[in-house]
């Protein structure tokens, strides 16, 4: 809720931009407020998460996928993130977020967001994002029926496979004991 001024404002902003294809990249200039940054002076490894999301919700505005998911009550939930930084953003300075879809596996849609200055890759960062509709997974096949197919050469590269196989936790309906030792 930290982002929900800004968030709305963004809403107000992609309804009034050029509509796009779910598979085009999108680009959305921003700038690094101060609610955004640490006591370091730049954007809060925190914060960076919060701020994608921004980007994310321009490109499925703007491609109509936004409208039609709410209308049927489907809601996006992230399952798995991974983030690289390269270099900070500070206090003021201006960028742009880069977002678009690089595919899809039999669970979640994928994105790749970067935070680019003076076309220099500042962050980047992927992301798993299911959606889900009375606290049940939405298929793929109901998605596309909605927003379309998506482009044959479309395809996630195998590393993120691996990713996202490693990193994965228990379905929500199983058990998940913690287990640490000392």
């Given at each position: 809720?930290?982002?929900?001024?800004r968030?709305?404002?963004?809403?107000?902003?992609s309804?009034?931009?050029?509509?796009?294809?779910?598979?085009a990249h999108?680009?959305?200039?921003?700038?690094?407020?101060?609610?955004?940054?640490?006591?370091?002076?730049?954007?809060?490894?925190?914060m960076?998460?919060?701020?994608?999301?921004?980007?994310?919700?321009?490109?499925?505005?703007r491609s109509?996928?936004?409208k039609?998911?709410r209308?049927?009550?489907?809601?996006?939930?992230?399952?798995?993130?991974?983030?690289?930084f390269?270099?900070s953003?500070e206090?003021?300075?201006?960028?742009?977020?880069?977002?678009?879809?690089i595919?899809?596996?039999?669970?979640?849609?994928?994105?790749?967001?970067?935070?680019?200055?003076?076309?220099?890759v500042?962050?980047?960062?992927?992301?798993?994002?299911?959606?889900?509709?009375?606290?049940?997974?939405?298929?793929?096949?109901?998605?596309?029926?909605?927003?379309?197919?998506?482009p044959?050469?479309?395809?996630?590269p195998?590393?993120?496979?691996?990713?996202?196989?490693?990193?994965?936790?228990?379905?929500?309906?199983?058990?998940?004991?913690?287990?640490?030792?000392?």
């Open positions: 809720m930290h982002l929900l001024l968030t709305i404002w963004h809403f107000f902003v309804s009034r931009q050029a509509a796009t294809s779910l598979w999108t680009s959305v200039r921003m700038r690094a407020w101060p609610t955004d940054i640490d006591i370091a002076g730049h954007i809060n490894n925190g960076y998460f919060s701020l994608m999301d921004l980007g994310r919700f321009d490109l499925m505005m109509g996928m936004w039609a998911i209308a049927r009550k489907w809601t996006p939930v992230m399952s798995a993130e991974t983030i690289s390269r270099k953003i206090l003021w300075q201006k960028y742009t977020m880069e977002t678009r879809v595919g899809f596996d039999e669970r979640a849609m994928y994105f790749e967001q970067c935070m680019v200055v003076d076309g220099d500042y962050v980047r960062a992927f992301m798993a994002m299911r959606l889900v509709h009375k606290g049940k997974p939405v298929s793929n096949a109901e998605l596309f029926a909605l927003v379309g197919e998506p044959a050469d479309l395809v996630l195998d590393w993120i496979h691996t990713w996202r196989a490693d990193v994965a936790l228990p379905g929500a309906r199983k058990p998940a004991p913690f287990s640490w030792s000392r």
